[in-house]
């Protein structure tokens, strides 16, 4: 799973390149989005890593509650799977044991696992391999309820203004917005494993997703920042509850290399 | 649009005619560096060890990349830039000591900008996520220094005909600004 996922890009990110290349208005934007579509084309024919950054490997569980896992630690075996990809596919150890100490654990473990039980009897492994880059031109905000609507577009707006050129545009935006602070960013980051194209299930969720989309391609960023209007491929909203007092915000941003990969056992 | 070929070791006629915005094409030899190679080269000139650096800048460009590991029978693994503005506390030294460009994605901080005037150097963009692609100019691969720090040791790399775009030229200029003011809309 873990080569699957940095050699194979997938094919709603290429659809995005591809509408991409036909609406960019700047030369360079769309040479860059022409370039990105043939290193994802290498990487799938000669099975190497489509970026050199092959991420932090983390794991999202679906497991069902009819589910018995016999013989084992459930984490310590997502744990040697990501050791052993990483190794035998030659993919990068960007991990280091310690955030202060960084001393690289040399096997890119351990991964961030978040696990949700469901009903059911079947276990669901997603994985989605995040690069650096992008993660940390990613922001959280705790806002105030009377901020409403407008305080989170401009929220939104200016972290993909100051991210610009670094995170690697064209990307994409996994906005949690409601629950309490750790919730918002989880679910930033679920909403980045949907698909690009697809519409968001609350209606006036897609419309702001879709005027959000606008707002941030017309600032003028464009693919790696160098100019253009295809900064951001999808802006992907997710909320939930808040409290009387809260409106937290949390953006996480996607490199062009949106990597994931999904088994259901 | 035309592409500026460049071949390494450049002089500060090389970099004095660059102006943002135009694709260059590099050839000849560059060296890689990320954020613990370069805590380490700026370490050695602050405690006045120019001469035990893993290269002399003058004249250079270095390359901030961390290598995917080399598949068996390759010359490298994928490496497309990584962020700059995790160099900028260091940039400025080796700009001081002579080096031409550096090679990265990413804003520079003004104390970087002001050091490549100074200094004359440039800023170029490589193609960030383009890794598997940028794999194929580079020609040969060696690790000459700090092998512990594995991808962040600082290699030596052959390239040709590696495509990059200048945002920070001589003058001050930056892309990056730039770009986003033609393409903006009101």
């Known amino acids: 799973m873990c080569q699957e996922a940095n050699f194979l890009l997938g094919e709603d990110v290429m659809e995005a390149f591809k509408k991409g290349c036909e609406t960019e208005v700047s030369n360079t934007g769309k040479e860059i989005l022409q370039i990105l579509i043939k290193n994802a084309e290498i990487a799938r024919e000669e099975q190497v890593p489509m970026c050199q950054d092959c991420g932090y490997a983390v794991v999202f569980l679906e497991l069902g509650q009819d589910v018995h896992i016999e013989g084992g630690d459930l984490y310590e075996a997502i744990t040697e799977g990501v050791r052993k990809g990483y190794t035998d596919g030659y993919l990068r150890k960007s991990i280091v044991g310690h955030p202060l100490e960084r001393k690289n654990t040399g096997d890119n473990t351990p991964p961030v696992i978040h696990t949700k039980i469901v009903p059911g009897e079947n276990l669901k492994i997603t994985l989605a391999p995040k690069g650096g880059g992008s993660e940390n031109m990613s922001q959280i905000k705790m806002m105030k309820p009377a901020d409403g609507v407008e305080g989170v577009k401009n929220f939104v707006i200016e972290v993909a203004k100051n991210a610009g050129p670094n995170p690697c545009p064209p990307v994409i935006l996994g906005v949690g917005i409601g629950g309490t602070m750790e919730k918002a960013a989880l679910i930033a980051k679920e909403a980045l494993l949907r698909e690009i194209g697809s519409v968001n299930e609350d209606p006036e969720m897609a419309k702001l997703e879709a005027e959000l989309l606008e707002k941030i391609n017309n600032l003028g960023i464009g693919p790696q920042g160098l100019g253009g209007r295809t900064f951001c491929l999808a802006v992907h909203i997710k909320t939930y509850a808040a409290h009387i007092a809260s409106l937290p915000v949390a953006v996480n941003i996607n490199c062009h290399a949106a990597r994931h990969k999904e088994v259901v056992l | ?186």
Do not use: W
């Not at chain 2, 050695?44 to 003058?58: S, T, W, Y």
């Open chain 2, 1 to 186: 649009m035309t592409q500026i070929r460049l071949t390494t070791p450049l002089t500060d006629e090389d970099v004095e005619k660059l102006r943002i915005g135009q694709q260059v094409l590099v050839n000849g030899v560059i060296y890689t560096g990320r954020d613990a190679a370069h805590k380490r080269m700026v370490d050695l000139i602050k405690a006045g060890k120019v001469n035990e650096l893993p290269f002399d800048p003058k004249g250079q460009i270095i390359y901030y990349v961390g290598p995917s590991p080399t598949k068996p029978g390759r010359v490298v693994g994928s490496c497309g830039p990584t962020t700059s503005y995790r160099m900028d506390p260091y940039a400025p030294e080796l700009y001081k000591l002579g080096l031409k460009a550096s090679i990265g994605k990413g804003k520079r901080s003004p104390e970087v900008i002001e050091a490549m005037k100074k200094y004359k150097g440039v800023y170029l963009a490589a193609i960030g996520g383009a890794a598997a692609l940028i794999a194929k100019c580079i020609k040969s691969a060696k690790v000459i220094a700090y092998p512990d720090l594995g991808a962040e040791a600082v290699h030596e790399f052959v390239v040709e005909d590696f495509p990059m775009v200048v945002v920070n030229d001589t003058l001050g200029g930056d892309l990056y600004q730039e770009g986003i003011k033609i393409y903006a809309v009101k």
